[in-house]
RNA sequence: GCCGAUGUAGCUCAAUCAGGCAGAGCAACGGAUUUGUAAUCCGUAGGCUUGGGGUUCGAUUCCCCACAUCGGCACCA
């Protein structure tokens, strides 16, 4: 007698061992036909499982996340069956399932191309129709080992070679394929119906850079063709709001190939916008008691040498240029000018806290195959800031930084959060004192906004420990932008010091905190969020005026000007074109509002506006228009 | 940096496979049209085919190098 708990309480009773398959067929034969595999007390298993005691029982569908990884595994070993097939001399390496899809990568003579992509696929078509059973055999670890090098698998070889020796070694087989693989997967090929390989691209044998680079092939996998088309119109719906293709469709910014790569030039409105961007900034910064710095963007590279760059920075940094005969670096950090200003006189303890802010344009050498539109760059902007203080001021210190963070992200509309915490790594500088303290003041200062976060023990740099913020973009992408880090290494290496009330020197405690991080990065993460419709506050143009006729000019100009009076950024368009030419073309560009002026506008001192929606409000005096939006303006309304 | 792909008019793309005067749409410019909520018509001009080298009678096309971009990998205090 088995007794089989299923997750509702409930239990089925059977008189023999039955396999997971067959108690999916006794609960309802709907179930058994989308079930894909089970969990026994929480492990995973085949639906070919044999259960021969009382368990419990979850069956796994491809509407979970669970459900959807394990076909997403069954998929990735479909395509190394299909390439096997058609490419007896590639090696299978890995193939895991990754969000959204899958992979598997090979060791081939040669590249792969885009028509091997194709018939792979018409490969796997073929293996889905043969409906081959895919049957999980145990194994032991010489056994596995003869196996796979007898069929000159040697990448398989090695990785049995790094499992605990105590594991039992499960192996699945499909046709003439056989995977070393811990499974579950689901129980025929005729399962996987919803795939599509995306790309091809080299990667490392184990991430390795030193190791061999092998083929990896790239695709997707879902329950059924619903759930793939609906992530291949995502796909495209990201590819829409690229914020690379809509900086060029909306004139905001480029990169030339003519002055490198990675180097970023603002237009007019994207330069516009990073305006409305810097202005609120410094706004809140005044509020929040910041004063403002400017400095250089190179000096002796000496200063580097003190500061430590030098030394653990130095892959990143461009090379120095020699001027006179001293040699001179371009900055990849702001904090050496703040503490050389700090250093420029005496400093009391009543002086802190000292917050000082800049925005300030840094070069860093990115590898050329890392650089990529706004988010990866050479030459960026930070709104940095150093915060110098002593230890019973670092809770309050950063309770400020967080109040400043979270209202500056929630203004720009983003009000999902992901806090991480870093603490002390094995390597470090300070004493345990001083990391304990520091430590446990991001903890409060976290907690007094009632956040949750996720510590990541150890992984603090040497130097302190520090709060990351990762916001999340209407898309669900996650962006890591904020941070707040405790230095404990830089006053040292400077030797800056502060008076105390006791008269004698002390080491102040230095915090280095950026709210949106790079500029550049920022500006491009919120161009996808927005898919590049800015909200009325941040639009380059907000609003354009439009004459139906040359006969409108003058109140269209007038309209124009008083919107400028208002503080608005506003355009006229008096091109002789047919109303619904300009309303397309400045649909297109994604102006906010549309402002129609004919006869009966001009008659009534009145617009007839045209909101982001497409909605025409019909005829509206101008001051209550410019009220409104002045309004929305004045709000940051997002 | 590594693997692969790509680079043609301001933009989006043809022509490249198989070497033989480089094309289209949009944008620009000129003209006509004076128009009411997502494209009015006609015309004109626009190119060192990313840069450098090579093969060839002849190169956008084939080869080599560089640069940039794209997809990944690695990198990313």
Not at 71 to 95: C, D, N, W, Y
Not at 233 to 249: I, M, S, T, V
Not at 573 to 582: F, P, T, V
Request: hydrophobic fraction near 40%.
């Amino acid at each position: 007698m088995v007794k089989v708990t299923l997750p509702d309480g409930t239990s089925k009773h059977f008189d023999r061992p039955v396999t997971v398959s067959e108690v999916a067929q006794a609960i309802g034969p709907g179930l058994a036909k989308v079930a894909v595999a089970g969990k026994v007390d929480g492990r995973p298993v085949d639906l070919y499982h044999v259960i021969d005691q009382d368990v419990g029982l979850t069956l796994i569908t491809g509407q979970s996340e669970e459900g959807l990884e394990i076909i997403r595994h069954s998929t990735s070993h479909l395509m190394a069956q299909a390439v096997k097939e058609l490419f007896p001399g590639a090696q299978v390496t890995i193939g895991p399932a990754v969000e959204n899809g899958f992979y598997y990568d090979f060791d081939f003579e040669r590249p792969f191309t885009i028509d091997d992509l194709n018939s792979i696929e018409q490969r796997m078509m073929e293996i889905v129709e043969r409906d081959e059973p895919i049957a999980r055999r145990e194994m032991s670890r010489d056994e596995a080992l003869v196996l796979f090098k007898d069929m000159g698998e040697h990448y398989k070889g090695e990785i049995i070679n790094s499992i605990d020796a105590s594991q039992t070694l499960s192996l699945y087989a499909q046709g003439d394929f056989v995977d070393l693989c811990r499974g579950p997967h689901v129980p025929r090929t005729g399962y996987l119906k919803a795939f599509k390989l995306l790309s091809v691209a080299g990667a490392y044998w184990r991430g390795n850079a030193a190791n061999k680079q092998l083929q990896r092939i790239y695709g997707t996998a879902w329950a059924d063709m619903k759930g793939l088309k609906a992530y291949l119109h995502l796909l495209e719906e990201a590819e829409k709001r690229d914020h690379r293709r809509l900086g060029k469709e909306l004139d905001l910014f480029s990169l030339q190939e003519s002055a490198g790569g990675g180097l970023v030039f603002w237009h007019p409105h994207g330069a516009r916008v990073r305006q409305v961007i810097e202005h609120y900034w410094r706004e809140t910064h005044i509020q929040a008691g910041y004063e403002f710095l400017y400095t250089p963007h190179m000096a002796n590279l000496e200063l580097w040498r003190t500061s430590g760059h030098v030394d653990f920075y130095r892959d990143s940094m461009f090379s120095p240029m020699h001027v006179d005969e001293q040699e001179y670096q371009i900055r990849p950090m702001n904090c050496p000018f703040h503490i050389l200003i700090y250093q420029s006189r005496m400093h009391s303890h009543r002086d802190f806290p000292i917050r000082w802010a800049e925005l300030g344009t840094v070069y860093r050498y990115e590898m050329s195959g890392a650089l990529h539109g706004l988010f990866r760059v050479r030459g960026f902007t930070q709104d940095d800031a150093h915060i110098f203080c002593r230890e019973e001021q670092i809770e309050d210190e950063i309770t400020g930084i967080l109040d400043l963070t979270l209202a500056t992200l929630g203004t720009f509309g983003f009000k999902e959060y992901d806090i991480f915490l870093s603490t002390r790594p094995e390597k470090s500088v300070g004493s345990l004192a001083i990391w304990e303290k520091a430590t446990q003041a991001l903890i409060n200062a976290i907690k007094k906004h009632h956040l949750d976060f996720v510590e990541d023990k150890g992984g603090g740099a040497f130097y302190g420990p520090k709060i990351d913020v990762k916001i999340t973009d209407c898309l669900g992408r996650k962006w890591q932008c904020s941070t707040i880090q405790l230095d404990f290494n830089l006053p040292e290496r400077f030797d800056i010091t502060y008076i105390g009330e006791d008269g004698a020197k002390h080491r102040p405690i230095m915090i280095h905190r950026a709210l949106m991080g790079s500029l550049e990065r920022f500006f491009g993460i919120l161009l996808e969020h927005y898919a590049g419709r800015f909200p009325l506050w941040l639009a380059p143009v907000q609003a354009v005026v439009l004459t139906i006729t040359d006969a409108h000019h003058r109140w269209a100009t007038v309209v124009r000007d008083r919107l400028r009076a208002a503080g608005l950024r506003a355009e006229v368009d008096l091109r002789n074109e047919k109303i619904g030419y300009k309303i397309r073309e400045h649909t297109l560009k994604k102006i906010p509002w549309l402002l129609v002026v004919g006869d009966r506008e001009q008659e009534h001192q009145a617009v007839s506006p045209r909101d982001a929606g497409g909605k025409d409000l019909g005829l509206t005096p101008l001051d209550t228009l410019i009220e409104r939006l002045v309004l929305q303006v004045r709000e940051r309304r997002v």
